[in-house]
């Protein structure tokens, strides 16, 4: 069971990306699967999540920039950044649980249990 993140990079402030969470050992589809930030000296965050029939939560923070979705064809989900500010710079982290977030999802770490490795976001202003 693998997660690979990936997409992360350097923009201006009113820029885009998207981050792309690569799910190999297992069907993304049967899992929930949060996205997840951390800053320096600042304790991680949870950004988005998704559960296994698709309803979708965000951060305050976020909401209205950011859409997370999910293409089982491609076993990966996506997490489109756009309008970023200065202060979404963070580590990115995608992880999936296959537990009991059928309908909801969480936005707190202890409830995933596989992790990817980061992806770094830096916005500019």
């Known amino acids: 069971v693998q997660l690979q993140a990936s997409g992360g990079g350097s923009v201006q402030a009113g820029g885009s990306l998207r981050l792309s969470c690569a799910a190999s050992?297992?069907?993304?589809?049967?899992?929930?699967i949060g996205w997840f930030r951390q800053a320096p000296g600042k304790e991680r965050e949870g950004v988005s999540c998704?559960?296994?029939?698709?309803?979708?939560a965000y951060a305050d923070s976020v909401k209205g920039r950011f859409t997370i979705s999910r293409d089982n064809a491609q076993n990966t989900v996506y997490l489109q950044m756009n309008s970023l500010k200065p202060e979404d710079t963070a580590v990115y982290y995608c992880?999936?649980?296959?537990?009991?977030?059928?309908?909801?999802?969480?936005?707190?770490?202890?409830?995933?249990?596989?992790w990817g490795q980061g992806t770094l976001v830096t916005v500019s202003s």
């Open positions: 992880a999936a649980d296959q537990g009991s977030q059928r309908y909801y999802c969480s936005r707190y770490g202890r409830s995933y249990t596989y």
């Open positions: 998704m559960s296994i029939i698709g309803s979708t």
């Open positions: 050992g297992f069907t993304l589809d049967d899992y929930a």
